[in-house]
């Protein structure tokens, strides 16, 4: 069988195998909304002899909520202390060892055991060492003896948390039954929660956000710390009453509370709070009573075996939530109310005291209540108590956990991206089709089939893999579809210039390919080292996915580049014996023969000042403005899309933030009307407890959102998308990005560097910082957010313009290993003009490929498209003027260099003489 009967095969059953595993993926969206939301409905639609995995879409455009929960993982090594210390006290009576009493210090995370007069402690120190080997004697204080964990322990334990965390979040979004959810560990700790199709997310941060750390302490009522402030004038808003026998306060700002009276706490015993809701709806707020427990946790959640919702009865109509122990559990439960008979014991969740009942009798069966109510409406009782047992049955999060960012997209802007993105990418894909046909006739519709072929592959391998399709991901799609089309046009432009030096077509077409492999692979590596890194250094869920979208295009771009492109070229010319028609197929024509003789290098100094005075004026325009309009991704703070039925003045919209105390709200119309604002505020960054400022941020946003539409009601709001991010986060965030793109030229230096030669590295290197200085001006010039996304577009104009100067360079090395007694200057204006087409030709395809995200696209994808298109514009500029330029510059200072150094040398060795 000959070789190409061989290649005919594979690429046949390649692309079968291609379209059987996007069939799913056909099937999926032509399937209704409802069926494509519920996985167990769409299986049914779904016949069982194909795959069962296809590309769904994702948050962007099907609607959702994204949290991401960051891991306190210093409460994980607090929480095994306490349980430590409980231990260490069951275990000394046990082994009748005198210790009075074992306990956990927070300030210093340290377990403090303080032993009895008569207790000798070598012995109890070498017998705990045994049992407890994981404990380090740390020292010995007026309080007792202090042990903690080593530094190689505290390691296991926070990474321990981190896993444990991840597998009770995804019990509890499993128990909640969302179709299709992605959750995911990401590099730095935080857990990505994605849930196509939810549209609630203070009920998602509710459920996700909860810790569900359950404790036990008891009360201690004998405590009269507080004797000191009774009947004195106490800070405003702080009032006394009683708590059993203790003397207690109460306020509705926890914060004040605690700081009036944490000082008279001692260390063996911990100052928490019970809450009482006062009001209803947006006008709720919480008033705190004070409770002093002892410090050791008598019973932690891990000993709860289920836990289920009781409704009231007419006796006793408040809900409750019982809990059943395991037989640990139960044992433990047992002895703790044996022990203290008479006593209050407080069940306590994420450090509110929920219930504080009297212990009349020991209580064998290991069952306790949660009651709940507090003046709520029943219905909202119940939710909760549903919430609260699934919730304890899935497992508690083994240490504090915070909503570090919050998305939502609304349900009917969700389905409108993706209506855009699809109707953009379908668009740019027929003008690429067009040009190319028009342009190169024959050999244009094989690159048409080969970009087909590129499409299908790429698709089969997201649907084989469960990708889900996002907003940014489609621009990825284009991108590398057009970057397909740059190794066609390369391919194609070679081939036409090996005609014209009068090679057969046969040879021609074997020629092109083999001299354009590794200028192809170059220019791919380049763009690949970009979105590896872009991949690697960002956390965030939509640029990743466009990085992970980009990689595998391009992967597959060089493959039907090479492979499908060579095959269909073959095929053409093994059936056709007349040269002519040969040289046709092969993509000549009479008005192909003329030669380009412009002196670029003439004009590389003018443009590269004029470049450099332009990067100036947008970095003294960033001064002058006090930097960029950073989004919150990198500012942190909250984000609001709205849109409204019928146009709204601006002071509508800030007389209600006024209400809702939000302060600094930014207020952007976009759209070119008044119907839909993007809304941005930055949240309080007074100190105080981080999870508190999450509440706070929560409520505040609540009240927000609740004002706009109940209050602006007549005018019809919509809110389309929600982005939340902390401070520190976005401050990070904004360190990665900025980092990302240093470290992608760096890598872009280095690979120039070691493939071509030192002299083409600073070119390339510099041509780069101007381009993304250039770029940056969109953003400062025209003041548009600058975000993640942002980053994502300068780092692929990043990846662009290398391959736009990857293909220069490699002209210049070919003409400088073909021409040796040329200048190096006239090499390079050789190479320009040689490929002055190709560049071209490259840069209207790629642009084209781009014309129907910036027609159909809205937002941050239009954005996206436009800087591409001023970068591919840019890029094509730098890579002809500055990087060429700087080769020469290059080659001058090095020649200038040698000269010096030989002159030097001469006139040394005839001084010698």
């Known amino acids: 069988m000959k070789p190409i009967r061989l290649r ?18 056909v099937i999926y969206f032509l399937q209704p909304l409802n069926v494509r939301n519920d996985d167990a409905e769409f299986k049914k639609h779904l016949p069982s002899w194909l795959p069962q995995k296809h590309i769904v879409l994702g948050l962007d455009l099907q609607g959702g909520v994204q949290l991401a929960l960051g891991v306190s993982t210093e409460g994980a090594i607090e929480n095994r202390l306490n349980r430590a210390a409980v231990e260490i006290s069951r275990w000394s009576k046990d082994n009748n060892f005198s210790v009075e009493n074992s306990y956990v210090a927070k300030d210093r995370m340290v377990v403090v055991v303080k032993l009895k007069e008569d207790q000798d402690e070598g012995s109890f120190y070498e017998a705990l060492h045994k049992d407890f080997p994981y404990l380090v004697k740390i020292r010995k204080e007026a309080a007792g003896l202090e042990f903690g964990y080593s530094e190689k322990e505290k390691d ?6 981190l896993e444990q965390a991840e597998r009770v979040v995804r019990a509890r ?41 359950l404790k036990f302490k008891i009360v201690d009522d004998q405590f009269n710390g507080f004797a000191s402030l009774k009947g004195k004038t106490h800070p405003e808003g702080i009032t006394e009453t009683t708590n059993g026998g203790q003397i207690a306060f109460n306020s509705e700002n926890r914060e004040a509370l605690t700081a009036y009276l944490k000082a008279l706490v001692p260390e063996d015993h911990q100052l928490l709070f019970a809450r009482e809701q006062l009001g209803q709806g947006a006008k709720s707020h919480n008033r705190w009573t004070s409770y002093v427990v002892m410090a050791a946790t008598e019973i932690t959640g891990d000993d709860i075996q289920d836990a289920q919702m009781i409704p009231g009865t007419q006796m006793d109509p408040s809900p409750f939530v019982q809990l059943k122990m395991n037989n640990t559990g139960a044992k433990r439960f047992a002895e703790v109310t044996g022990e203290n008979v008479h006593k209050r014991l407080a069940i306590v969740l994420d450090d509110v005291v929920e219930f504080a009942p009297q212990i009349s009798e020991r209580i064998p069966g290991g069952t306790a209540q ?11 009782v119940m939710e909760e108590g549903n919430s609260l047992s699934m919730i304890l049955k899935s497992g508690a999060i083994p240490a504090t956990i915070q909503v570090l960012e919050e998305r939502a997209v609304g349900a009917s802007l969700g389905p409108e991206l993706a209506n855009q993105g699809i109707k953009g990418a379908l668009l740019g894909l027929l003008a690429v089709f067009l040009f190319m046909l028009i342009y190169y006739r024959r050999p244009g519709l094989i690159a048409c089939i080969a970009l087909c072929m590129n499409a299908v592959f790429l698709l089969a391998v997201m649907a084989m893999f469960g990708f889900a399709l996002t907003l940014p991901g489609i621009a990825a799609f284009v991108l590398s579809l057009g970057m397909a089309v740059d190794a066609n046009v390369l391919i194609n432009e070679r081939i036409r210039f090996e005609l014209r030096e009068g090679l057969h077509p046969k040879k021609a077409v074997d020629h092109g390919f083999k001299r354009t492999l590794w200028t192809i692979i170059d220019g791919h590596v380049t763009t690949i080292i970009a979105a590896a890194i872009l991949l690697e250094t960002n956390a965030s869920g939509p640029i990743r996915g466009f990085a992970v979208s980009l990689i595998i295009g391009l992967l597959i771009s060089l493959f039907t580049s090479l492979t499908c492109s060579r095959f269909f070229f073959d095929l053409a010319l093994l059936r056709v014996a007349d040269k002519k028609i040969k040289a046709w197929l092969a993509g000549e024509t009479a008005l192909q023969s003329r030669n380009f003789h412009f002196s670029f290098l003439k004009y590389s100094r003018g443009i590269c000042f004029g470049l450099i005075l332009l990067s100036a004026a947008v970095i003294g325009t960033s001064f002058v403005r006090g930097g960029a309009n950073f989004g919150v991704d990198f500012n942190g703070g909250t984000e609001m899309d709205i849109t409204f039925a019928k146009d709204i003045e601006a002071e509508h919209i800030r007389k209600v933030a006024e209400e809702a105390k939000i302060s600094g709200l930014s207020i952007q119309a976009i759209g070119g009307g008044q119907k839909q604002f993007l809304l941005r505020y930055e949240e309080s960054k007074e100190p105080g407890n981080k999870a508190a400022q999450t509440v706070a941020a929560s409520e505040t946003f609540n009240a927000f959102k609740s004002g706009l539409l109940e209050k602006l009601k007549e005018y019809g709001p919509d809110i389309q998308q929600v982005g939340f991010v902390g401070p520190q986060v976005g401050k990070e965030l904004r360190n990665q990005g900025m980092l990302s793109i240093l470290y992608a030229i760096l890598a872009v230096f280095l690979y120039i560097a070691l493939r071509f030669d030192i002299r083409f590295a600073p070119g390339a290197m510099i041509k780069m910082f101007l381009d993304i200085f250039v770029l940056l001006g969109f953003y400062v010039f025209f003041w548009r ?5 942002s980053v994502a577009a300068l780092l692929t104009v990043v990846g662009y313009s290398l391959n736009d100067t990857v293909v220069v360079y490699d002209r210049i090395r070919e003409n ?3 021409h040796p007694r040329r200048t190096w200057a006239e090499n390079i204006n050789l190479a320009l003009n040689e490929t002055l087409s190709r560049t071209i030709n490259t840069s209207l395809a790629t642009g084209l490929s781009l014309v129907g995200i910036l027609i159909f696209g809205t937002g941050q994808i239009w954005d996206f498209a436009m800087v591409m298109l001023i970068g591919i514009i840019i890029a094509t500029l730098s890579s002809i003027f500055v990087a060429s330029g700087f080769v020469l510059w290059m080659d001058n200072w090095r020649s200038a260099k040698e000269s010096k150094q030989k002159l030097n040398s001469a006139m040394l060795s005839k001084g010698s003489k």
């Open 8 to 25: 005919a095969i594979f690429l046949f059953v390649l692309t079968m195998l291609a379209i059987y595993s996007i069939a799913p993926t």
């Open 156 to 161: 296991r334990i926070k990474q321990s948390a």
């Open 173 to 213: 979004v499993d128990a909640w039954g969302v179709s299709e959810p992605h959750i995911a560990r990401r590099a730095n700790g935080d857990i990505l929660v994605q849930l196509p199709g939810f549209r609630n997310p203070q009920r998602a941060k509710e459920l996700l956000g909860r810790t569900a750390q």
């Open 370 to 380: 949660i009651k709940l109510g507090g003046g709520r409406a029943y219905n909202d």
């Open 785 to 789: 957010s600058f975000d993640l996304v």
């Open 816 to 818: 400088v290993t073909d």
